[in-house]
């Protein structure tokens, strides 16, 4: 099943839950809810997928969550049957988030960043990046 189906497939029950992914490859990574993974995941996951994993992790390293669809995807002012399953798919396809039949685990810490990333950041932003894999 691809990651747009299964997305949809969260969506679609009355509530799933979210959890961090903690991933050994990460340590030392960049946190997922910084200011500075919003700044650099922009460009590549595009900004509804990076609004998500941001406030996500921030909720995750707190503990699992549970949420409606509705109030999700509002809270990130998107669709819940379009848009809100394109951005979690986006996260999918990314290695950003991995989706279950009722449970989305989100990454806490960003993995060092592929050099075919970096080559869509803006120039300014690919100078002096530390994560570059």
């Not at 799933?16 to 490859?25: K, N, S, T, Y």
Request: glycine share 6%; aromatic share 6%.
């Amino acid at each position: 099943m691809d990651h747009r189906t299964l997305a949809a497939d969260l969506l679609s029950r009355p509530s799933f839950e979210v959890v961090a992914w903690i991933d050994p490859r990460c340590q030392g990574g960049l946190p997922t809810d910084s200011d500075e993974a919003l700044i650099l995941l922009c460009p590549v996951l595009g900004p509804s997928a990076t609004l998500i994993l941001h406030r996500l992790a921030r909720y995750a390293n707190q503990g699992p969550t549970e949420w409606e669809p509705e109030p999700f995807a509002a809270t990130f002012g998107l669709s819940r049957a379009t848009l809100a399953p394109r951005a979690l798919s986006r996260l999918c396809r990314f290695g950003m988030a991995e989706v279950g039949e009722s449970r989305l685990s989100v990454r806490t810490t960003v993995p060092h960043i592929p050099l075919h990333w970096l080559e869509r950041l803006p120039e300014y932003l690919r100078n002096g990046l530390p994560l570059a894999a």
